[in-house]
């Protein structure tokens, strides 16, 4: 079977995965997992990743990831590149560490992000490594969950958002959600073609690329009569603040605008434009 097309567009949300050759350890102590986030952190920065979650697993590692510049493939040859040369440093190895290249699944955010972010925190439980997921140690969940401090790395704003209340009440309500799910299926069982998951008009758009057509710039969804984002904004410095956030929903959510195109032309970073479309 052919290798899918990796499909990349600014926006696009991706379920990664890595695993060691031949099913191998790709940590061997908290040494090596420390490391690899330290190496996650550089990646996230350089290439302004939004990473929503993750979990490293002995032999593997999931990560839950928005990348605003289309540039997953980029990244994943950062962080699984440079973290290799740093376990064979340390362990005196050589060659490769992961097998083959990285898989991904494209997903439509609305409808799997959450589900799927729970799946990934859920994988030591399943896997019977720990009784719990807030009692394990190398995943996003205790952040999530408020039992430890947000690293700059992890986005956590998109997944409480889908709460309603306090900070508290949105992350209680978080842990009952992923508490939940230890007995539910994967989401990854309803993926298509291999490497996508959400809608039928989400499949359908994705599915002619890769079928070998070519993907517009600004991604799979496109206004036909959209407007300009001077006219969008043309009168914002004049607005209240609850206003101008009006606008920034509008724009990405009717226009089809990326978070990073928004950001750039109202000179915001990505991050609190972010914050403002998932309030």
Known sequence: MSRPVRIEFPGAHYHVTSKGTQDGSVFLDNEDRLAFLNVLETVVSRFAWLLHCYVLM??????????PKANLSKGMRQLNGVYTQHFNRRHEEEGSLFKGRFKSVLFEAKTYLLPLSRHVVLNPVRLGVSSSAQTYRWSSHRVLGGAI????????DTLLGSFEGSLKEKQSQYKEYVKAGVHLDSPLLEKSSQVLLGSAKFIGQMQPILDGEKLAKRGPVRALRR??????????SAMSKSERNGLIKRAHIDHAYTLMEIGDHLGLHYTTVSKVVNQ
């Open 149 to 156: 401090k947000q690293p700059n790395f992890l986005h956590i």
């Open 227 to 236: 407007r300009s984002l001077p006219v969008l904004f043309k009168k914002v």
């Open 58 to 67: 002995d032999s593997h590692y999931h990560i839950i990831v928005e990348c």
